[in-house]
């Protein structure tokens, strides 16, 4: 069962500049690791809802590489993918093929902590089209992977990941793919294009409906994927600087909601 937006990924080129340039905006930034191919590590910023930002570089950045993100990086920094959680990856795929989704998985993956400590999931990827999400399943205790305590607290009052928005130029077909994806037992709101995820939630935005508007400048250089993120905040938030600044930010795009 799909339990919700697990983490989004966000792919830089220089992963201790992007450090320091996300505590300069109030996060707390714990270290990651080296992932199993050896071709990227990563840091993570994690909120005590449970969700998190994961920041991932490549160790050569300018070698074309296979991995699904390099052309994004390649394209420039900034969102590259996101993650649902799934506490039955296997029943779940069983389901997505019975409703048409071609997937690639379950796969397993993983990466060593700082300290050699070994964590382990298995991911399903989505052939179907690429606004969809992966979907992650922990094989060992999710507690490993993703940090709390001290990590989720933040200078800034951010609690978690309040949504999640996919640009999209084909609307129709990405909203078909999503409802197979969440399947009934998630609230769609057609007008918007918002489908309930408990408390979180995912958009689609629509390029095609202002072809010289953001969301239509974002896909001519980066195609369909996730467009910005919504994250929680416990107050208002009034005196937050370096969030419009994409440099800052490494090329993503940030709400801030009470």
Do not use: C
Not at 77 to 88: C, P, R, V
Not at 158 to 170: P, R
Not at 216 to 238: C, H, N, Q, W
Request: glycine share 10%; charged share 20%; no cysteine.
């Amino acid at each position: 069962m799909l339990l919700g937006i697990d983490h989004v990924v966000i792919v830089v080129r220089d992963l201790a500049q992007t450090t320091t340039d996300y505590t300069q905006l109030g996060f707390t930034v714990t270290p990651g690791g080296e992932h199993a191919d050896g071709a990227t590590h990563n840091a993570l910023i994690t909120f005590v809802d449970g969700t998190y930002l994961e920041l991932i570089a490549f160790k050569e950045p300018d070698r074309p590489q296979t991995h699904p993100w390099w052309p994004r990086l390649a394209a420039g920094e900034g969102l590259a993918d996101f993650a649902l959680l799934s506490n039955d990856l296997v029943a779940d795929a069983q389901r997505w093929q019975t409703h048409g989704l071609h997937l690639q998985g379950p796969s397993d993956g993983g990466r060593l902590r700082p300290y050699g400590q070994r964590l382990e999931w298995r991911t399903v990827r989505f052939m179907d089209h690429p606004a969809l999400p992966f979907v992650i399943e922990d094989r060992t205790p999710r507690g490993l992977r993703v940090p709390s305590g001290d990590a989720a607290e933040h200078q800034l009052p951010v609690t978690g990941i309040a949504g999640v928005t996919v640009a999209t130029g084909q609307l129709a077909a990405v909203a078909q793919a999503y409802a197979a994806l969440l399947g009934n037992a998630v609230a769609h709101d057609p007008a918007s294009d918002v489908y309930a995820l408990g408390s979180q939630w995912l958009m689609l935005a629509d390029g095609a409906a202002d072809p010289q508007g953001e969301v239509a400048t974002y896909l001519a250089r980066f195609g369909d994927e996730p467009f910005s993120i919504a994250l929680k905040t416990e107050d208002a938030v009034s005196d937050v600087v370096g969030f419009d600044d994409l440099a800052l930010t490494h090329g993503a795009r940030f709400t801030l909601l009470t």
